[in-house]
């Protein structure tokens, strides 16, 4: 199930929440729709790896458990807060790189993966709620650099 909230005129946020589900496609497909195309797909990969965390790490896939996320653009820039009801993520903590692979990137392995790709996709990464909600922000202007993902 999921419940959609779209923005009131004199509050520019809107809300969307469902129960814990890996089955993501019309949810990003929401959260996407008013972005510029040319970004959608870079921040398609972003916003999955942020819902996929929140719903498995997070809420550990328990249909009773809910994620919530709230959205909004506002001056070139696209915020997205998604909150889970789980115990909360350690974000001081980080997952050691033992070695860098052959391409000279850093090897992550299961560990820092999700982590990584939050920090390469989104302008703004931060946790607030004792690690349940994660706050992502991307600014898109002129200047903004070309996607990653085409």
Known sequence: MVALSPPPLEHRWGSLSFVSTL??????DCLLSNVPRRWRAEL???LQEALVNAVKHGNRLD??????????AIAGKYWWVIADEGNGFDFTHRCQVPCID????PDLGDCGRGLH????IFDEVH????????HL?????????LPLVS
Request: aromatic share 12%; hydrophobic share 35%; proline share 5%.
């Open 63 to 72: 249909p009773n458990k809910v994620i919530a996320v709230r959205y909004t």
């Open 127 to 134: 946790w607030a709620n004792d690690g349940r909600e994660l």
């Open 44 to 46: 398609r990969l972003g």
């Open 117 to 120: 790709i939050l920090h390469q």
């Open 102 to 105: 052959e391409r000279g990137y």
């Open 23 to 28: 089955y993501l496609c019309p949810i990003l």
């Open 137 to 145: 922000c991307k600014q898109m202007s002129r200047w903004s650099r």
